[in-house]
Nanobody
Framework: QVRLVESGGGLVQPGGSLRLSCATSRSIFSIAAMGWYRQAPGKQRELVATITSSGSTNYADSVKGRLTISRDNAENTVYLQMNSLKPEDTAVYYC?????????WGQGTQVTVSS
């Protein structure tokens, strides 16, 4: 397994920015893909963004142009830069890593967008 530790969540006003971090216990090069899910009350779990070991990215339509996934290979860390945040972005955000036969999950970090 790979261990994932998220950080950077918190309270932010609409239109504000936040940067989430996901520290991994293994080299990102050894992980086929990583991503961010979010879960909000009353909503389906949503895959927000993914990034492969080669650097290819993909995003949910709802966050394109506002959220950006990136990585720091030297630090074995994946980031989610969140800009122009909306109240509907409020959720617990989970870092995930493709390892072994399934996704490995972090414990999540709360993001609240409210005035």
């Amino acid at each position: 397994q790979v261990r994932l530790v998220e950080s950077g969540g918190g309270l932010v006003q609409p239109g504000g920015s936040l940067r989430l971090s996901c520290a991994t216990s293994r080299s990102i090069f050894s992980i086929a893909a990583m991503g961010w899910y979010r879960q909000a009350p009353g909503k389906q779990r949503e895959l927000v963004a993914t990034i492969t070991s080669s650097g290819s990215t993909n995003y949910a339509d709802s966050v394109k142009g506002r959220l950006t996934i990136s990585r720091d290979n030297a630090e074995n860390t994946v980031y989610l830069q969140m800009n122009s945040l909306k109240p509907e972005d409020t959720a617990v955000y989970y870092c995930v890593a493709g390892w072994g036969s399934a996704w490995n999950w972090g414990q999540g970090t709360q993001v609240t967008v409210s005035s």
